[in-house]
């Protein structure tokens, strides 16, 4: 089906649970006021990034008074938001919630926890197991957030269980000041999206956060990639924004005609080789 | 050997190290900034940078020049603050100095070079109280890889927007902000005691070590790498040095763990915490 997307590239405060549902709330409201179906936030858009010891005192459980909150903000637009998840074993997750109907319909933890250069993730962080692709109203979508997006298996997998949007949600720091036109970040994750949305015949909604943490910028630039992989809507740089975009089924349809990559993907062979490369390793 | 890897977009950078400053300070609460004016191209960069940030209203230079300090270092103070129509004040460190140095007559220039670079802080740190401003610090990349500033001296601020470019980098941004001339085109200089140059000091260019330090730093290049490029193994294991000495400026002081959680070690918070 066709529908209008809303991207929210806010401006969280680091470790202000309150604050940042404050903020997701108006924009909700203005994502709802434009018209959108779909509203997307930011990687750990509820908390900030560098939280390192604060990770356990800003986590959230499911069944937070918070996650209550958004369930019924979900009765007006689906909403997907990146906050820290404690499982009732008190391990702490990078999570991604998608929101629906009043409802909470389903949770990727993100898998890729970056923990070299100025990343530390791991350390603070358990790791997801799992990608999986899911039914909505929007058609099948599989979530992505941020470093997941680099490990080309990711949207391998959710691509391949179906899905045919890849929502990411990113808190990607600004770095690579050069004689080019863009941070070297930029130009980086730009080509990333284009071509993860090529390869895939998938379109790619990418949410980016702004703000500064300890000196750290966080870009923006929150884009609507095409299945052809062109940008059709793309946000400010290091501003708030909220990038509208409508997104068309018949384009979905035209390019998986033109460009029929994923029906002649061979699951089987690729299984197989994975397989034999799994037990020669185990050699 | 070429410039071409540390030359940059002065616009995207200029947009990143302004935003820096304009949310790094509205974040805890303030509007204004106070700096150190020299008279060199490093605080004046910074001044600029504030300046469009907070609005010249905003912000507050001090000029601190000591007796044996060049006059012209002053002048050239005077003309960035003018020109950017900031507040600027005129505090001497000569009476609060040597004031000290006469308990201590034989002390060497570097103490007295020292001395000078703290009192100056203690100055910058009692008008941020007064005014209610945040401290800039000027200090560029190459000055703290180098470890050629004073521990609690210049080296002090609570904020620092050039901390992470070169010296030919400030050049090149400078050139872009409307930096005056003069200033831009002088020899870098401490400014300690009369005709002292930064580069007759250290031995080296800027762009020689800037060029090394990108290659050495930045880019992770082994010492084999580094002379596959062309870059004298002598120079090479002197800049090692002087990194790897001058490191504890670059830290907090070293706290003697005992506990199970140790400030810095494993009680971790961002500096911006609830910001």
Not at chain 1, 93 to 111: C, I, P
Not at chain 1, 219 to 237: D, H, M, Y
Not at chain 2, 122 to 135: F, K, N, R
């Amino acid at each position: 089906m066709d529908f209008t997307v809303a991207l929210a590239q806010i401006k969280p405060k680091l470790g202000c649970v309150a604050d940042n549902l404050a903020l997701a709330e108006a924009a909700v409201a203005d994502a709802v006021n434009a018209g959108a179906g779909l509203v997307l936030f930011p990687e750990l858009a509820l908390t900030g990034y560098f939280l390192k010891d604060l990770v356990p005192d800003v986590a959230l459980s499911l069944d937070a008074p918070e996650i209550i909150r958004l369930k019924e903000l979900s009765r007006h637009i689906a909403i997907v938001i990146g906050c820290v998840e404690v499982s009732s074993d008190y391990r702490f997750f990078n999570s991604a919630l998608y929101f629906d109907g009043g409802e909470l319909r389903h949770v990727h933890r993100k898998v890729y926890l970056p923990t070299y250069g100025m990343f530390d993730e791991q350390r603070y962080l358990a790791r997801g197991e799992r990608f999986r692709a899911f039914d909505s109203r929007f058609g099948r979508l599989g979530i992505l957030i941020c470093e997941d997006m680099w490990h080309l298996s990711a949207p391998y997998v959710l691509a391949m269980d179906g899905a045919t949007t890849l929502l990411c949600l990113s808190s990607s720091p600004g770095r690579g000041v050069s004689e080019d036109e863009s941070l070297g970040s930029t130009s980086a994750w730009q080509k990333l999206t284009a071509t993860t949305a090529m390869f895939f015949n998938c379109r790619v909604l990418y949410c980016n956060r702004v703000g500064y943490e300890d000196g750290v910028s966080f870009w923006g630039g929150s884009e609507v990639v095409s299945p052809a992989g062109s940008v059709t809507a793309r946000g400010k740089l290091f501003e708030d924004d909220l990038v509208m975009a409508r997104i068309e089924e018949g384009e979905l349809r035209r390019e998986r005609i033109f460009s029929p990559l994923m029906r002649d993907e061979s699951l089987s062979v690729t299984l197989k080789e994975l397989e034999r490369i799994d037990r020669e390793r185990g050699c | 050997m070429l410039m071409g890897s540390l030359g940059m977009n002065t616009t995207l950078m200029r947009t990143i190290l302004v935003g820096f400053i304009r949310e790094e300070v509205r974040k805890v609460g303030l509007t204004r900034a106070v700096l150190g004016l020299s008279g060199g191209i490093d605080s004046a960069l910074v001044a600029f940078l504030a300046a469009e940030a907070l609005g010249p209203e905003n912000v507050q230079a001090i000029i601190m020049p000591y007796r044996t300090s060049n006059p012209e270092s002053e002048a050239h103070a005077r003309l960035a603050a003018e020109q950017l129509g900031i507040r600027h004040d005129v505090i001497e460190i000569t009476s609060m100095v040597d004031a000290y140095f006469a308990r201590y007559p034989d002390a060497d220039n570097m103490r007295r070079g020292n001395k000078m670079a703290r009192e100056r802080m203690t100055i910058l740190y009692d008008h941020s109280a007064a005014w209610s401003a945040l401290v800039l610090g000027t200090s560029n990349k190459t000055e703290l890889l180098l470890g050629y500033g004073t521990l609690y001296g210049d080296m002090a601020s609570a904020l620092n927007p050039i901390g992470d470019i070169y010296k030919s980098q400030v050049w090149q941004l400078s050139e872009a902000m409307g930096v005056p001339r003069v200033i831009i085109d002088k020899k870098p200089s401490a400014d300690l005691w009369a005709g002292q140059t930064d580069e007759q000091e250290l031995g080296f260019t800027y762009r020689e070590v800037d060029e090394l330090l990108y290659h050495l730093i930045d880019l992770r290049y082994s010492r084999d790498e580094l002379l596959a490029k062309g870059f004298a193994a002598e120079f090479i294991d002197k800049i090692q040095a002087k990194v790897q000495n001058s490191h504890f400026k670059r830290r907090l002081p070293v706290i003697a763990k005992v506990s199970n959680r140790t400030i810095d070690r494993d009680f971790r918070y961002s500096r911006d915490w609830g910001k």
